[in-house]
């Protein structure tokens, strides 16, 4: 198998042929619409304005409260110690991983 890569890519180098297309290629990617980055970019605001929709009325805002409520209110009751520094280093990372996130979106 190997073998025969080796001799594909031998013949390959030796017979290859470079075509001067005295700049078409770069024409014809210059004239092709750019709808898609419009679509892409409606789509996407389409998407989060429903996203946040959605979070306000389901009382997303509640819900997380609540949870991190319970959460913490469990980790004092097993007996850990919630360090005030850990905590802030936990949000200011979990902030940057979402922060990242959205903007991968865009």
Same mark, same amino acid.
């Given at each position: 198998?190997?073998?025969?890569?080796?001799?594909?890519?031998?013949?390959?180098?030796s017979? =290859?042929?470079e075509?001067?297309? $005295?700049?078409f290629t770069r @024409? +014809?990617? =210059?004239?092709?619409?750019?709808? $898609?980055?419009?679509l892409? @970019? +409606?789509w996407?605001?389409?998407?989060c304005a429903?996203?946040?929709?959605?979070? +306000?009325s389901?009382n997303?805002i509640?819900?997380i409260g609540?949870?991190?409520r319970?959460t913490?209110?469990g980790m004092?009751?097993s007996?850990a110690?919630a360090?005030?520094?850990?905590?802030?280093?936990a949000?200011?990372v979990?902030?940057?991983l979402l922060?990242r996130?959205i903007?991968?979106?865009?």
């Open positions: 198998m190997e073998n025969d890569d080796t001799l594909i890519e031998k013949f390959f180098a017979n =290859r042929q075509i001067a297309d $005295s700049g @024409r +014809v990617m =210059r004239r092709l619409p750019d709808h $898609s980055s419009l892409a @970019r +409606v996407t605001v389409c998407c429903l996203a946040v929709v959605l979070f +306000v389901l997303g509640e819900l609540n949870t991190l319970e913490f209110h004092l009751e007996g110690q360090d005030p520094q850990s905590l802030v280093i949000g200011v979990l902030l940057y922060y996130k903007a991968s979106l865009a």
